[in-house]
């Protein structure tokens, strides 16, 4: 079907008829879901302000029917877009009118712990928590740790390189994957890295972690496994100012100390988490700063002693240690849930997710404030400030058409100022559909193709996942008429790629 064409009703039942029956003869047919009340609960992903029925939604339950669900819809020229828990920010995962979601929910077989080589082998619809809970018998846990932890699965950090509070120390997705059996669009089975510690070739394994469901589906992975720190101490900072906040970040690092978690909230997020959960927060505070430190007990007296020192001499005006493992998950439970904190103040929020160099913290968040009256909407900030990864939450109506459209265009302007200070329009979220558009701001027209070569190299029909991740020239020069002046992108004084 050509997207730029509306089809009929008609045309779209008839293509969904001939494609249900296509699927019915490699899959179950519990397998198979086409009636509209049947998709409906996947017609988005975490992005809920987008929304599309697609024409069926495949779950498989073998890696076979993956390989031969994607054969089929090869044959018949039908896009497809992967599926984990649909926990995603960015809409990654949002349908396509005439094409399939294929859900990998069901392949969730936890195949092997490996408490020798520290390992875990496991199926793509495995939940993140669920491999550390595996591998809690044997002394050993899987690292990197998203806040959505308890539902999103393992396939679906792999497709966005996802991250988490302990990510600063531990290193993201990509850190801490060793192997990936994947299938082509076109069926064929490939696998990606090795279970040695290093393996031939080019390193095709990173080109796929992040690539969004772009590049092949994946149907197993095999994770490294660290032994669980002896203790883990937290400590809680207040400021009285969000720049000295930003400015202790920096500090901390600059110090040579790398906690096992940086995280800082500012005062519209503490006051609406405390509400929640009651997590004893400074709420006269500007900003508050959760610094972990995890380790043997003496590495960790020891940091904790540091990093006291750096935050007292950047200005913190109270500090507080955590004295038990429950008081410390008491700290960081305001943190882990900030997010649904905001739903409960507000109808609608809209997550962003860039980054900027530590010392940009401070600055950034002062343009946020500005942008606020700007937009005539409140902001709350919660995010991982050792990795200057940073997480605005916009809150807004979404019954409100105008509304909406302020947030997006605040939440736009928020990373476009995140590449003004040098960063990133994503740091772990994806791009998505959400951030499609200021891809063009970011990168110029010759990396952009560079992109849909790498693209083209692993999906030459280019059905897998198709409208993602990385915007088409004609899609630059669409929304170029709103940014680009006299030919110059904003910004062209930075390095690009
Ligand atoms: C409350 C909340 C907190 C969050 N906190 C964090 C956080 O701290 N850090 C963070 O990084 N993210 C966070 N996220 C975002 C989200 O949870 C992650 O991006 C997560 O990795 C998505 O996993 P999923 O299984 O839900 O994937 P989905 O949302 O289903 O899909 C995400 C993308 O992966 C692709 N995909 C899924 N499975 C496969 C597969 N098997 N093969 C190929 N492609 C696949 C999809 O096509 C899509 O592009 C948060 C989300 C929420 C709602």
Not at 53 to 72: D, F, I, N
């Amino acid at each position: 079907m050509n997207a730029s064409v509306e089809p009929s009703l008609e045309a779209i039942a008839a293509r969904q008829r001939e494609v249900v029956q296509a699927l019915m003869t490699v899959v179950p047919t519990h397998c198979l879901l086409y009636r509209a009340e049947d998709t409906a609960p996947y017609e988005c992903d975490g992005l809920a302000a987008y929304r599309q029925l697609p024409l069926a939604v495949v779950l498989p339950e073998t890696e076979s029917q993956v390989q031969h669900v994607l054969q089929t819809c090869y044959r018949l020229n039908v896009p497809v877009v992967p599926r984990g828990a649909g926990t995603g920010l960015s809409g990654g995962a949002m349908p396509l009118r005439d094409g399939i979601v294929l859900s990998l929910a069901r392949l969730k077989k936890i195949v092997n712990i490996d408490p020798y080589a520290r390992t875990a082998t496991v199926q793509p619809g495995v939940r993140n928590l669920a491999i550390s809970e595996a591998a809690a018998p044997y002394g050993l846990y899987y690292a990197p740790d998203p806040s959505s932890q308890i539902a999103c699965t393992i396939g679906g950090n792999v497709a966005e390189n996802s991250g988490g509070v302990h990510c600063l120390k531990y290193g993201l997705t990509v850190h801490n994957v060793l192997r990936v059996r994947a299938v082509t669009m076109e069926g064929e089975l490939v696998e990606f890295g090795s279970l040695g510690p290093d393996c031939a070739g080019l390193d095709l394994l990173a080109v796929l972690i992040g690539s969004e469901g772009m590049f092949a589906v994946v149907t197993e992975v095999t994770v490294r496994l660290i032994p669980k720190p002896q203790v883990a101490q937290v400590i809680m900072a207040s400021f009285d100012d969000v720049v000295k906040g930003g400015d202790a970040v920096a500090a901390i690092i600059a110090a040579g100390i790398v906690p096992a978690g940086l995280e800082m909230m500012d005062k519209p997020a503490t006051h609406a988490v405390e509400e929640f959960v009651q997590a004893g927060y400074d709420l006269d505070a500007q900003a508050i700063l959760l610094c972990e430190s995890d380790g043997t007990p003496e590495e960790v007296a020891d940091e904790i002693v540091r990093m006291t020192a750096v935050l007292r001499a950047h200005g913190a005006t109270r500090i507080q240690i955590s004295r038990s493992e429950t008081e410390r998950l008491k700290f960081w439970s305001g943190r882990k849930n900030a997010f649904p904190a905001a739903g409960r103040i507000s109808p609608d929020y809209y997550c962003m997710d860039g980054t900027v160099p530590r010392r940009a913290i401070g600055p950034l968040l002062a343009r946020i404030a500005e942008m606020e009256n700007q937009y005539g909407l409140r902001c709350m900030n919660v995010f991982h400030a050792g990795d200057g990864n940073m997480h605005p939450l916009i809150l807004f109506n979404g019954n409100d058409p105008d509304e909406w459209r302020r947030a997006e265009a605040f939440g736009t302007q928020i990373l476009e100022a995140c590449v003004a200070f040098g960063g990133t329009l994503t740091g772990e979220h994806g791009v998505g559909i959400a951030k499609i558009d200021s891809m063009c701001v970011q990168f110029c027209a010759q990396e952009r193709d560079a992109f849909l070569a790498v693209k083209r190299a692993f999906d030459p029909s280019g059905l897998l996942n198709p409208g993602k991740g990385i915007p088409t020239r004609a899609r630059c020069a669409e929304y170029g008429r709103m940014r680009v002046h006299r030919g110059l992108l904003p910004h062209p004084e930075l390095p690009r790629f």
